[in-house]
């Protein structure tokens, strides 16, 4: 059972490693003015207006990268440093969660398959945790797969939809991207710098994906380890 935390251990590390990253690029970008002088929210409002989109909020929410869009409401929520913002960084995240509502308006396939997937989401992360601990000691001590296998297959689902995130979140950073560069929001030098915090944020997509995959095939192969016994 070692296993499991020295996983846990490596990818909280790069995760931890990540964020520290994404927030110091963000903190150094967020320094740096835009030519232009447009703030987020005046930049998500124009991108959803270029986009021919009327029904979308855009609101502040308290906290420091807290931004997202909530496909239920219609809103795309913008935490105070972006919101109010006028730098390279809040235009970078504003545009891209603009990007998540023009995937919604064109009923973007990979993000009509993430949403399908949250109410099993759900219910599979209400069980997954009892079923994986629980199944462990069931299949040393009482050498009986059945939880484990139940709690793997579940935890496989929380898998698959962190693997789906990847190209909903890296889609909604190349509309922004484009757009802020067709419709000269940016110069060269600010969509670099936008480019550049996207990737990072986007990182942390990424280290979660790989850090649940590690933990879904550790727990696989204490099932087949198991059964070869």
Known sequence: MMGI?????????????????????????SQIGLTNGLSGK????????DNNIFDVRIVSV?????????????????????????SASAAAVASHE??????HA???SMLQFRSAMVPVLNIA????????????????????????????ALFGIATLFSFVTLPVEFDASRRALNWMESKNIVTAPEHKMAK???FWAASTYVVAALGMLAQLLYY?????????D
């Not at 994986?132 to 484990?148: D, E, R, T």
């Open 196 to 198: 550049d915090a996207l």
């Open 62 to 86: 308290e906290g420091q990268l807290t931004d997202h869009y909530n496909p239920g409401d219609k809103t795309v929520n913008l935490s105070p440093d972006v919101y109010h913002g006028r």
């Open 220 to 228: 696989a192969s204490m099932l087949t380890g198991r059964r070869n």
């Open 106 to 108: 064109t009923a973007y």
């Open 98 to 103: 603009c990007g998540h509502a023009v995937q």
């Open 42 to 49: 005046e930049i998500a409002e124009k991108m959803l207006r």
């Open 125 to 152: 992360n209400n069980f997954t945790p009892l079923l994986l601990m629980g199944g462990m000691m069931a299949l040393i001590y009482m050498k009986n797969p059945l939880l484990l296998t139940i709690g793997v």
């Open 5 to 29: 935390y020295v996983i846990s251990m490596i990818f909280a590390g790069l995760g931890m490693f990540v964020q520290w990253r994404l927030k110091s690029k963000f903190q150094e970008y």
